[in-house]
């Protein structure tokens, strides 16, 4: 019998066109295994289309809001169908930088100190003595992340017309600026990937750099020390564990190589990494030798497992 899987993508969040992207290249693969497969760019009336459709299992292919941060999970609890990647509680918590770090510090695994600032504090003084960097506290792929340096174009102290994430975001969080290299390690189910290295020419791994061919150089495996790659790798496991990930996520880290083992730094978990030509976990993937069919197969038969063993301890 053939499986039937609704592919979920797009929607309408500051990712939507990398969703399709995502979308589009998961699709493709299923339909080149044999499975029966619905596409569903994902508008209001999401609910009532996947009622009609009546999948067997959901891939979620979403980025962002409101596909990453629990509400679609909620929906398809609610609904009784399988879906991919993690659940809702994992989504709620991994999505706000501030909920993930009082999750993931308390078991050890180091990431930079913050505070949440409210915008309009921003153009009477610093936060944090600069460079530092301002986010959004629950948006992914770089969306609104400033990094505010002595010599920086925002002025001193941040100018009130000055374009950037304070005049989008009501409070944002501030960290301290890690110096050194942008490293990213994949965990599919127990295992990690492998590490890569992004050398982004822009100086900076932003949105553009991370979705725009050849402004990003990714150097797979990294070209770093054995001990920090393990470190690496071993701080995204527990992360994946700690958070209670589902199928496949992705830890992204700073690096500073003047410090050794202590300059490594966990920033942030995305429990939705993308899986267009460009995204790294497809990258890792195929590094230890698994095809993008063969990862996409994989996601969906774990999820599909998940499934019935939750209804299994249910019962």
């Known amino acids: 019998m053939t499986l039937h899987v609704a592919v979920l993508m797009g929607g309408w969040s500051s990712e939507r066109e990398v969703s399709l992207t995502s979308g589009k290249g998961v699709a493709d693969a ?9 596409r569903v760019d994902m508008g209001r009336d999401v609910a009532l289309r996947l009622a009609e459709a009546k999948p067997e299992v959901v891939f979620n292919a ?22 991919t990647h993690s659940g809702l509680a994992t989504s709620v918590i991994a999505i706000d930088k501030v909920l993930t770090k009082q999750a993931l510090v308390p078991h050890g695994i180091r990431m930079p100190g ?15 003595p600069r460079p530092y960097v301002l986010k959004p506290v629950n948006e992914g792929s770089s969306v609104g992340v400033a990094i505010v340096t002595e010599g920086g174009n925002y002025g001193q102290p941040i100018g009130r017309e000055t374009e950037g994430p304070w005049k989008h975001f009501a409070e944002l969080l501030a960290e301290p600026f890690i ?5 990213t390690v994949a965990v599919l189910g127990d295992r990690a990937l492998a590490v890569t290295e992004l050398k982004p020419k822009s100086g900076f791994y932003d949105y553009d750099s991370k979705y725009t061919d050849g402004l990003t150089v990714h150097v797979c495996p990294a070209q770093i020390p054995a001990e920090i790659a393990q470190s690496a790798m071993a701080m995204a496991v527990k992360a994946h564990h700690v958070l209670g990930c589902k199928g496949t996520s992705r830890s992204d880290f ?21 899986m267009t030509p460009l995204s790294l976990v497809p990258e890792q993937a195929k590094h230890i030798g698994m095809s993008y069919a063969d990862l996409v197969e994989r996601i969906v038969q774990e999820a599909l497992s998940d499934h019935a063993a939750a209804r299994e301890k249910a019962a």
């Open 254 to 274: 700073r690096w500073d190589d003047e410090q050794g083992e202590a300059g490594l730094y966990l920033l942030e978990v995305n429990t939705q990494p993308g």
């Open 30 to 38: 299923l339909e080149s295994r044999g499975y029966r497969v619905t």
């Open 62 to 83: 979403l980025h962002g809001t409101p596909g990453e941060d629990g509400s679609v999970q909620g929906m398809l609890d609610l609904m009784g169908v399988p879906y």
């Open 179 to 183: 110096k050194g290299r942008e490293l």
């Open 114 to 128: 913050g505070m949440i600032v409210g915008s309009e504090s921003l153009y009477a003084a610093d936060p944090l």
